[in-house]
Nanobody
Framework: QVQLVESGGGLVQPGDSLRLSCAAS????????IAWFRQAPGKEREGVSC????????YYVDAVQGRFTISGDNAKNTVYLQMNSLKPEDTAVYYC????????????????????????WGQGTQVTVSS
């Protein structure tokens, strides 16, 4: 059974850092792309970043480029999202999702973080950035 479990969310102040984890089971990271999405209250779910272990590449949307870093640990079958210099507008529920239809994050660009490409989702973890 393909399953994703997020962890690492919390309440932080502007400028702080958090690291989210997405633990995968039932499949190997090499065979899937993993992306992070977020959804703020009253807004649509939006893509944040994509990681492809098989292609060895990543993609970030402009809003997080230079602040967030996505990485994976194949031995732990886990993908991480390191979030630095957090801003209040980063407040949202963060979800990770898996796709076996996204072959390369960098090559597909913004398409790699479209929700319709992803079939398996985690339950989400809340990130709140507030002073």
């Amino acid at each position: 059974q393909v399953q994703l479990v997020e962890s690492g969310g919390g309440l932080v102040q502007p400028g702080d850092s958090l690291r989210l984890s997405c633990a995968a089971s039932g499949f190997a990271l090499d065979d899937y792309a993993i992306a992070w999405f977020r959804q703020a209250p009253g807004k649509e779910r939006e893509g944040v970043s994509c990681f492809s272990s098989g292609a060895g590449d990543t993609y970030y949307v402009d809003a997080v480029q230079g602040r967030f870093t996505i990485s994976g640990d194949n031995a732990k079958n886990t993908v991480y999202l390191q979030m630095n210099s957090l801003k209040p507008e980063d407040t949202a529920v963060y979800y990770c999702a898996a796709s076996n239809r996204v072959s390369t994050c960098r090559g597909m660009g913004v398409i790699s973080v479209i929700t319709g490409w992803y079939d398996t989702w985690g339950q989400g973890t809340q990130v709140t950035v507030s002073s």
